[in-house]
C-alpha cells in the first residue's frame, strides 16, 4: 500500500506542474515588425498598408516578405466568401475578411505570420 501512495503521489505532482507549466507554442511572445508600406501603388489599393506584422518562430524578414507576396497571391484569388484559405510555398494561410480591416494568419509548422490589411 506505501508503494501505491507513493506512486500516486509523485503521478499527481507531475500532473499538476504540466498543467501549471505553458505549452512552447503558447508561452512564446509575438515579435512586432514594421509594417509594409504601400505595396500596390497604382492600383485601387495604393496607400493601403500591410500592418501589425507579427511573426513567432521566425524573424522580421521573413514576416513581411511573407505578409506580402502571400498577401498579393489572396487578391489574385479574390473573395469567395468571408473565410479564405489557401497555400504559398508551404504555408497555410488564413484570411478573415469580416471585420473592417481584413485579418490573415499564416502557418508553417510552428512558425507564425499575422498581419492586417
Do not use: Q
Not at 32 to 61: F, M, Q
Not at 67 to 86: M, V
Not at 93 to 113: H, I, Q
Amino acid at each position: 500500500m506505501p508503494g501505491i501512495r507513493r506512486t500516486l503521489t509523485v503521478l499527481l505532482a507531475t500532473v499538476a506542474v504540466g498543467a501549471v507549466t505553458p505549452a512552447a507554442t503558447e508561452a512564446a511572445p509575438y515579435a512586432n515588425c514594421k509594417a509594409v508600406r504601400n505595396p500596390y501603388p497604382h492600383s485601387r489599393y495604393a496607400g493601403v498598408d500591410l500592418t501589425r506584422i507579427r511573426e513567432l518562430h521566425t524573424n522580421c524578414t521573413t514576416a513581411r516578405r511573407v505578409a506580402r507576396r502571400a498577401h498579393r497571391k489572396a487578391l489574385r484569388l479574390g473573395a469567395t466568401g468571408p473565410i479564405r484559405r489557401f497555400r504559398w510555398r508551404g504555408w497555410r494561410v488564413t484570411g478573415d475578411l469580416r471585420p473592417s480591416r481584413d485579418r490573415y494568419v499564416a502557418r508553417k509548422g510552428e512558425r507564425r505570420v499575422r498581419w492586417r490589411f
